[in-house]
């Protein structure tokens, strides 16, 4: 079965892409997810994770946001217009063949290359060491700790034993963070939550 | 920036005096159109003045229907359920400097069922005219007045094609919207008779389809200029054997103020005008054709002035254009009326139909769909070994001009 495409991409570079797409439904992309898209001819594909969803706006929405009562007709309109549905990825590896990689990959995609949902096997692949946390430290415009959380989350599901996957990721973090004590703190409170 | 500012200084202030000036005298002779109004409206033989001016074919102007001219009417209440198409179109225009010989046509419409609950629907009609037929007219490019004639006939075609497919499918009524005149005006543009006559044929046969559908068909004019209704207003103040001059003068009734002006201290918020009948040239055709089953009615063209605005303090005053089957129809305007001020209310001070501003967004294009287009173009010509070259004036044109960088994170 061929990966569900959810957006076209705008633009990128090595350490990061951004894709358009429709408005977002339950099971379209969220924050924290594990996406790729094709690079080098498609003989490989760059792995990242999504780090913000901006909508736009336009002056129409503004001046619709300033009247009282919009009927439902206009409401559905306006969340069914083209408007542009912004979605960042931070890049933490990339994949050839079956060899998953973490780091950034040679090239940047291409303009309108199609973004897809990694498989849990691809993302298993990428997260079994957790060097791919650095990345996300290193990302200036990332909220890092909250995504942090939500990567370490994803990636626990694609892992057999996802309480042991938890803990051991906390191990790590408390080696990279060890000189920021109340960040860490934050976040192990939050992945002992998932447990 | 290429204009030299310092040396329009001086002409700023004149023509800041000026256009005060227009202002200031505009706004003395509206309460002279005013008075003139309610006195015309008291006249037996205003009817006939009207008459015997329209029969002089020199005279452009309102002629009045059933309805009072100094009448206002104001908004019936929306009905609950109906369904409101709003057409809009725009174009690529040729360019003679360019190595693609070719035009673009976007018509995009809008359909939202009111009182549905349902998301409304969206509509885009691109058509790229390319081949000798479309681009060139007696061996020569196409002009704009053409494409332009062309849009809008495609854009009333659009229409019908919508509203027959809704009117048909739907137990509700149906209005039809058309973002500005509705029907085809061209006078001295250099557009051969020949064509004009099938642009002519194709826009008629279209509202012929249209009549059939019992649509309330309507051109909605933002911002109208114009002084046909003061043009009649002017005629009301001669006698009856006395015409002549007024139909001969040569300089605007009231001093050149606008028949918007003048309503929007005359209407009320929500309140339409009267309707009148227009007598300019580019109605005969429309006068002309008869409809056999709506008891030889035609499309003649006819205008009502409409305050689409709620708030009394800031009217904004739009002419609303349709065809004499729709001006004698009672029902028909009473849902025109309703539905253009309700569907003007959904922007916060900003007073247009909602449907007609969609449709706009959806026709529109935008300077990045011109390259896409151009780029697409290129490369089917590259294909077969065609490199298409610019015109030299072009090539300068691209390179000497300031380009705007993008921001990119």
Redesign the interface.
Known sequence: MSPIQIGQLLHSSIQSFTFGCAIPKPEMPHFGAFVKVPIQNGTAHAIGTIYNIVLEDDDLVRQIVGNQDTPIEIIQDQRQRQMPIEVSVLTLGYMQGTKVRTGLPPQPPLTLSHIALCEHTEIAALTSDFNFLRLIFQASDAPTDELTVRVLEQAAQAHPNRAQYLRTAGQYLAQLMGNDFQRLDTILRRLESLL | MSINIQAITHQIQDAGNAIADRITQHSKLIPAALIQLNAASAMQDLHAKAEIAAASREWSGAKPTGENVAATFPCPAQTPRATVIAVDGSQIYPDKHSALQYYLLNIGAFI???G?????TVVRNTVLAASNEDVLVDGRMVTVPLVNLRRTVAEMEGLTELSLDTGTASPHPVVSLIDGPIALRTQGEGISARETGYLYNRHLKAMDRLADCDCALAGYVDQPGGSPVLNLLWLSSFEIDALDVAIEAKEPPFGGVSDRAVFQKHLGPGERSAIFQTTSGWNEPYRKRTLQERANQTHSIHIFYLNVSLVAETPVVVRVEIPEWIATNPEQIALLHATLVSQS??????HYP?AL??AD?EAVIQTQDRTVVENMLTRELLKKNIVPHKSAKLKLKGSTRPKRRKK??
């Open positions: 939202i069922q009111i549905s609950g349902e998301a409304p209310q959904y922007t916060a001070g900003v909602y501003a969609r967004g990119r994170r």
